[in-house]
């Protein structure tokens, strides 16, 4: 798994590509909450190229939202979700809580 950020705006896009799971998710935790105390409020997670996602990937979504839902101007947006992922966002329900956009571009004009 490789996680990037960057800034665009008040944007920060965390780009993650490969398997996001119990043994990967511990490098996503730590930019995520780096990114939170250094006062990001606006989080756009880019998934175009994550391959599989588990449980333990979904947990570090959740803490995000659950620390950023408090702030005025807190959002969690993600994008390039593929079809199967997609599906588990759907089953369980998280389709509901995170704003999901098709591309980067879109969520960047609309977040």
Same mark, same amino acid.
């Given at each position: 798994?490789?996680?990037?950020?960057?800034?665009?705006?008040a944007?920060?896009?965390?780009?993650?590509?490969?398997?996001?799971?119990?043994?990967?998710?511990q #490098? @996503?935790?730590?930019?995520?909450? !780096?990114?939170? /105390?250094l006062? *990001?409020?606006?989080? $756009? +997670?880019?998934?175009?190229?994550?391959?599989?996602?588990?449980?333990?990937?979904?947990?570090?979504?959740?803490?995000?939202?659950?620390?950023l839902?408090?702030?005025?101007?807190?959002?969690?947006?993600?994008? #390039? @979700?593929?079809?199967?992922?997609? !599906?588990?966002? /759907?089953?369980? *329900?998280?389709d509901? $809580? +995170?704003?999901?956009?098709?591309?980067?571009?879109?969520?960047?004009?609309?977040?």
């Amino acid at each position: 798994m490789s996680v990037t950020n960057s800034q665009e705006g008040a944007v920060t896009i965390i780009t993650v590509s490969g398997r996001l799971d119990s043994n990967e998710s511990q #490098g @996503l935790e730590e930019k995520v909450v !780096e990114v939170l /105390e250094l006062g *990001g409020s606006k989080l $756009l +997670f880019d998934f175009n190229d994550l391959e599989y996602i588990n449980s333990s990937g979904l947990r570090i979504l959740v803490m995000a939202y659950q620390r950023l839902k408090k702030k005025t101007d807190g959002t969690v947006a993600i994008c #390039g @979700l593929r079809d199967y992922i997609q !599906e588990i966002f /759907e089953i369980s *329900g998280y389709d509901r $809580l +995170f704003l999901i956009y098709r591309n980067k571009e879109d969520a960047l004009t609309k977040i």
